[in-house]
């Protein structure tokens, strides 16, 4: 998996967390008002019990007191009466008296037998007050709202306007556009509205889960509206806000949307509704988009109640209602709408009328911090979440997932801190979970891609390096990927050929299984050997082994340890010798003697995946890898078994060097310096290897002076203190003494010797 798959996975996650907060599906929704929910009970509005509301409920009590429900218009009538002599300021209905009183001397009348023994009880009845109109009569006296209902399904009922409501005007985009619609609707009996002040919806709209955060203020009515007309004609206002309109004796409302210039910046972010004023008022209200109030909602309170039974106690203080506004509902189950808001599970659809008009007042006359959502809150949300998402995936494809965790950490802390002091400090009420949960989404994205992707790496580092390279420096390359560059780098590196010599002869004397057995006791140890000494096996050609240091791991001083690996392959070789001796005398046979060469050299080299699309290896190329080849080669031909390249001795000048030669290797034009490698810094410190690098070193200078009477006298010496195995080099230079005693190289000779093939 490609590094910038880290970056790009997160990145489409990015976009599609983008896209669907554009969206805001119900999910997203239901996750905002989870949070928005839960900050209205950890911090509750308190209950102000001084704002001039509340419900004179049909209760148990009342019911007890004047029968079961519906009860007859005349007792509503009674209701009324009683609420104007307590000083009311306006009463508003949520019960719908849609239906003529079935309790009406006229109904009753009607539905009485067609029998001559009922016509002098009908024609009386008929006579007697109507309970509609007395309702009606009571309502002159009184200021009235009446409930009405928008409904999306025809009622199969007359279908006409409810009238009287206050008058609109609408200033920006039309705001039929951003309310609630309606085709149908049920309205009082027309009688009941000529003596109404006002008329007002009582239509609850929950949200996807039925809860209700946002009451409507503003709603449409559609069915008896056409283009033709003013979209002012098809606006309606909800019960609580006619209530204060009737209340406040204002005749109209002023609405502000999109495009008007008081809300041009709102405009920018979303279209609807900003702002909505009760003409001539103090009652000025910021809304949501479509036209809601957002519920601040102080739950159920017992205090908002007064029983209908209690009010017709004579004792009943006047003060309780006088001066307000007093909302006929019920609380009884059975008959009470029940709805549910953030902090009540069961609350009657009357409480939330009050406590709109409670909020209303306290926000408008009182300086109550209302909430809001504000216009902005939307696009501010989506750049948040694009903001930290890209500083999450570029610090966690750049830096590590700690560093991506890190600021995903600080955005859910900023978003968490930040969206709560604006609900505490101004009402605001700003979504944090969404763009902080899609931040720790984008980093566990990022972590599980960066995972994935080292999870691959080290298996790829393991496959291709377990055959190169110790276990300890495959366990350190692959919790350590960056360190392999599989794709090719120069760099200095150390190359070693070790080659067995005679290895065809040997391999004409034994059988298969014989020569199997000679191979692999050979190769095995010496790999070992080079991996303990962090060398990488390249290759393995026939008998020969290529290994290289400093690759794909930095190893300091590589050009000293592979040559302590070189010697101690020497005496590893000895050993293997006396192994097969003693397996050859066991066997009755021959042994097999093995004698190898070894070539070292330092200097820049290309290594990476070298090969096919089919089949790759890791490797080393160029110049340096020739020229240790060409070194191992030259081993024969100056009777040593290691040759060092000058840039691998200068690694390792404290161990036991000795100098070859000058020569020039084929296919090379400038000549190199080669060394040999007697042993370490231990043998070095022996003084006969001082002794005898003293007289080589005298040899060498005299021979390149073309002093040949003293490189034959420093020669002899070394013969005296060199080991046996060194006797067939001085040899060599004896020989070389001679003939160029016999035939002088000329004033112009430099010392080198030209090698006429890769053995010499």
């Known amino acids: 998996m490609h590094k910038a798959w880290g970056i790009a996975i997160p990145g489409l996650l990015l976009v599609g967390a983008a896209l669907l907060r554009v969206a805001d599906p119900a999910p997203i929704q239901a996750v905002r008002n989870f949070v928005f929910d839960n900050y209205q009970r950890l911090e509750p509005p308190p209950y102000n019990p001084d704002l001039p509301v509340r419900i004179a409920d049909i209760d148990e009590k009342s019911l007890a007191k004047f029968g079961q429900w519906p009860w007859s218009r005349s007792v509503l009538a009674k209701l009324v009466d009683r609420l104007r002599e307590l000083g009311a300021a306006v009463i508003a209905f949520d019960v719908l008296l849609s239906e003529p009183d079935r309790t009406g001397p006229r109904m009753i009348a009607a539905n009485l037998p067609s029998d001559p ?371 090719g780098e120069n760099r200095e590196i150390t190359v070693m050929f070790s080659d067995i010599r005679g290895f065809t002869k040997l391999s004409e004397g034994l059988d298969p299984q014989e020569l199997t057995h000679v191979i692999n006791a050979f190769l095995t140890p010496m790999t070992k050997l080079i991996q303990q000494h962090n060398g990488t096996i390249d290759k393995y050609i026939g008998d020969c082994i290529m290994a290289f240091w400093n690759a794909p791991l930095d190893v300091p001083h590589h050009a000293r340890e592979a040559v302590r690996t070189a010697v101690e392959m020497r005496r590893t070789l000895k050993r293997l010798n006396e192994q097969f001796a003693v397996e050859a005398t066991v066997a009755g046979r021959a042994p097999v003697k093995l004698r190898a060469g070894v070539g070292l050299n330092t200097g820049i080299g290309c290594v990476g995946n070298m090969g096919s699309e089919e089949r790759l290896a890791y490797s080393a190329l160029g110049d340096t890898v020739n020229i240790a080849s060409r070194l191992e080669s030259l081993s024969p031909a100056y009777f040593v078994d290691l040759v060092l390249g000058e840039e691998t001795a200068a690694d390792a000048a404290d161990f036991a060097l000795l100098e070859l030669d000058q020569v020039k290797v084929k296919g090379k034009a400038v000549p190199i310096r080669i060394f040999t490698c007697l042993g370490t810094e231990a043998y070095a410190a022996r003084p006969e290897y001082k002794a005898l690098r003293a007289a080589h070193d005298r040899m060498l200078a005299a021979y390149r002076r073309q002093d040949w009477d003293a490189a034959e006298a420093a020669r002899d010496e070394c013969r005296v203190i060199a080991p046996e195995r060194l006797h067939p080099f001085y040899a060599l230079y004896g020989t070389r003494i001679g003939e160029f005693r016999a035939d002088p190289p000329g004033a112009d000779w430099d010392g080198v010797y030209v090698a006429k093939s890769k053995t010499g």
């Open 117 to 487: 023994a009922f016509d002098a009880a009908r024609a009386q009845m008929v006579t007697l007050p109507d309970p509609d109109e007395q309702l009606a009569a009571a309502m002159s006296a009184m200021p009235t709202v009446l409930g009405f209902a928008l409904l999306g399904e025809d009622p199969q009922r007359p279908q006409s306007r409810p009238q009287p409501i206050g008058g609109f005007a609408a200033a920006g985009d039309s705001p039929i556009d951003f309310v609630p619609s309606f085709d149908y609707v049920v309205a009082a009996l027309p009688n009941l509205q000529t003596r109404a002040a006002g008329n007002g919806a009582v239509n609850a709209v929950p949200d996807q889960d039925g809860v209700i955060r946002r009451v409507p203020l503003l709603l449409s009515y559609l069915g008896d509206w056409n283009a033709e007309k003013s979209p002012a004609d098809a606006l309606m206002p909800t019960l609580g806000l006619e209530a204060i309109r009737v209340a406040l004796q204002s005749s109209s409302y002023n609405i502000r949307s999109s495009g008007a210039q008081t809300e041009r910046w709102g405009s920018l972010f979303a279209a609807g509704i900003g702002a909505l004023k009760i003409f001539n008022t103090p009652i000025m209200l910021q809304t949501d988009r479509g036209g809601e109030l957002i519920l601040r909602d102080t739950g159920h309170q017992p205090q908002r109640y007064i029983s209908i039974a209690d009010l017709f106690n004579p004792d009943f203080p006047p003060d309780a209602v006088a001066g307000r506004i007093i909302l006929i509902g019920t609380s009884v189950e059975g008959l009470k709408d029940i709805q549910t808001t953030p902090r009540a599970a069961r609350m009657p659809g009357v409480e939330v009328h009050a406590q709109t008009i409670e909020q209303i007042f306290d926000t408008s006359l009182n300086g109550t911090i209302p909430l809001q959502r504000p216009f902005w809150s939307d696009a501010a949300e989506t750049a948040y979440l694009v903001v930290f998402g890209l500083l999450v995936i570029g610090l966690a494809s750049s830096a590590g997932a700690l560093a991506g965790l890190a600021v995903a950490v600080l955005s859910v802390a900023a978003a968490g801190g930040g969206s709560w002091y604006l609900f505490h400090e101004r009402g605001w009420l700003v979504d944090p979970l969404y763009p902080a949960g899609t931040a720790l989404i984008l980093v566990m994205a990022a972590t599980t891609v960066s995972f994935l992707r080292t999870e691959r790496e080290k298996r790829l580092i393991r496959s291709t390096f377990s055959m190169y390279l110790s276990p300890e420096m495959v366990d350190q390359l692959a919790e350590r990927p960056e360190l392999a560059k599989l794709g």
